[in-house]
C-alpha cells in the first residue's frame, strides 16, 4: 500500500537550528544541469545510540529528529559538537515495526510534534502530540483516530498539520482513507475514502493555508498519478490532474534498486508542487502549479542520472522556487530552481560520503532560504551514521 510521508510535509519551519549541514551537489530540472562545485555547509552527526528510521521535525524553536529508540533535539546556537542530544525516549506506546508504522510533523501550533503511530495491540492508530522534551511513551498525550480493535494491517501514508487540524492518510487492507482531525483530541475524525491502494502506491497529503487538503495519489495499477483537493467542509476531493504513469501496468515499480518517489509540498500561495518518478525511465518529473486552480501546471524531467537519485525529497524556500534533494551514486546533491515553475535549474554537490536510500532519506527542509538535509550515511569501518547538514549560504548557494 503506501509508502509513508517522510518528510511528513507539513513541517512548520521556524528559527531553525544553527546545528548542521556538509557539502551539497546540483542537477538540473527541465533543463541541463549546470554541474557546480560542493558548497560550505555545517554538519553534526546524531548520537550512535539513536537507532533508525530517523524523522526529522522542524518546530520554532529548532530541529527534533524522532529515531527508533529515542528523541534528539539540536538547539539554535549551541557549541559545535554538541549540537544534538538525547531528550526522550521512543514517541510510541509500544514497538514500532519500521517507518510505515510512524510519522511526525510539527503540531498545528508549530511548537511541538505531532506523531502518527500505530500503537500496542488493541490500541488502535494514535495521533500523539508533544513536545521534545515530553516525546516519551510514558508522558505525550495519545488520541485515537482508527478504533481501538487490532491494526496488524493498518498502513500509515501521510500526516498534515495547518491551522484547519491535522490530516492523516491511513490504509486498512485494500482501501485508503484521509482522516482529518480539527484538533489533536481527535475526538470527531471525519474520514473520507481515497480509493483502493496497493502495496506498490504512494499517498501524500499537504495543507494550503486556507484549510484545503491537497492530495497527491499513485495509482500503479492503472498507470495514473492523481492529485486531488478537498476543500475545507467537503465530502468528497475535487479532481485537480491527472498524470500518466507509463509502463506501470504490471501493477508494481519495475525497477526494484530506485525508490519510488512522490512528493507533495503546497506554496503559501496555495499553489501545490509534486515530485515522481516515471516509471518508464525512471526519471524524476517535477510538476508545478502557477495557482491554487492548478489549471497550467509546468513540467519538468530533471536532467538528473537516477543512478545518482535512488531517493529524492522536494522542498521550497520563500520565493516559492522549488528545491530537490537527491542521493545515489555520486552522494548526497542539492538541485534549485531558477524560478517557481522550473523551467532552469542548478546543482551542487552536498556531501560526497555513501548515503543509504531506503526509508533513512534524504529528508529536505528549509529554515527560511537555508536547506537542512538529514541522511544515513555509510561507513566503512563502523556502524552507518545519520547526519544532519546545514547549508551556510541561501539555497546553498544556487
Not at 519500521?98 to 488502535?124: E, N, P, S, Y
Not at 535512488?310 to 552522494?331: H, I, M, N
Request: aromatic letters at 2%; glycine letters at 12%; a negative charge.
Amino acid at each position: 500500500m503506501t509508502a509513508p510521508d517522510r518528510s511528513a510535509r507539513a513541517l512548520v519551519v521556524g528559527a531553525l537550528l544553527a546545528a548542521v549541514v556538509a557539502v551539497v551537489a546540483v542537477t538540473a530540472s527541465g533543463c541541463t544541469d549546470s554541474g557546480g562545485a560542493g558548497v560550505r555547509a555545517e554538519r553534526s552527526t546524531l548520537p550512535t545510540e539513536v537507532l533508525g528510521p530517523f524523522l526529522p521535525v522542524v518546530t520554532a524553536d529548532g530541529l527534533s529528529v524522532l529515531g527508533a529508540n529515542a528523541v534528539v533535539r539540536c538547539d539554535p546556537g549551541a557549541d559545535a559538537g554538541d549540537e544534538c542530544r538525547v531528550v526522550g525516549s521512543a514517541v510510541v506506546p509500544g514497538p514500532v515495526g519500521g517507518r510505515v508504522d510512524l510519522l511526525a510533523t510539527a503540531d498545528t501550533d508549530g511548537t511541538g510534534i505531532a506523531t502518527l503511530a500505530v500503537g500496542k495491540v488493541g490500541d488502535g492508530v494514535l495521533l500523539v502530540t508533544c513536545t521534545a522534551e515530553t516525546c516519551r511513551d510514558d508522558t505525550a498525550p495519545a488520541a485515537l483516530v482508527a478504533g481501538g480493535d487490532p491494526v496488524p494491517d493498518a498502513r500509515l501514508s501521510a500526516i498534515a498539520a495547518g491551522d484547519a487540524g491535522y490530516a492523516l492518510v491511513i490504509g486498512r487492507g485494500p482501501d485508503v482513507q484521509l482522516v482529518l482531525c480539527a484538533d489533536a483530541t481527535c475526538a470527531d475524525p471525519q474520514a473520507v475514502p481515497l480509493g483502493a491502494a496497493t502495496v506498490h502506491d504512494i499517498v501524500r497529503a499537504q495543507f494550503a493555508p486556507d484549510g484545503t487538503v491537497w492530495i497527491a495519489q499513485s495509482d500503479v495499477a492503472g498507470s495514473e498519478l492523481r492529485v486531488t483537493s478537498l476543500a475545507p467542509g467537503a465530502a468528497t476531493p475535487s479532481s485537480v490532474l491527472a498524470l500518466d504513469l507509463p509502463d506501470a501496468e504490471g501493477g508494481a515499480w519495475p525497477n526494484p534498486y530506485l525508490n519510488q518517489v512522490l512528493r507533495l509540498v503546497v506554496r503559501d500561495d496555495g499553489s501545490p508542487v509534486v515530485l515522481y518518478r516515471d516509471p518508464s525511465d525512471d526519471a524524476l518529473v517535477l510538476v508545478s502549479c502557477d495557482d491554487a486552480s492548478c489549471a497550467a501546471p509546468t513540467t519538468n524531467r530533471l536532467d538528473v542520472d537516477p543512478a545518482q537519485a535512488e531517493a529524492a525529497d522536494l522542498a521550497v524556500d520563500r520565493t516559492g522556487r522549488p528545491l530537490v534533494a537527491t542521493s545515489g551514486a555520486g552522494g548526497l546533491r542539492l538541485h534549485g530552481c531558477t524560478d517557481v515553475p522550473c523551467t532552469g535549474l542548478e546543482s551542487r554537490t552536498v556531501s560526497s560520503g555513501t548515503p543509504l536510500t531506503g526509508p533513512d532519506g534524504p529528508f529536505l527542509l528549509v529554515d527560511g532560504d537555508r536547506p537542512v538535509v538529514l541522511v544515513t550515511e555509510k561507513v566503512s569501518d563502523g556502524p552507518d551514521r545519520a547526519v544532519v547538514l546545514r547549508c551556510e549560504e541561501a539555497r546553498c548557494g544556487l
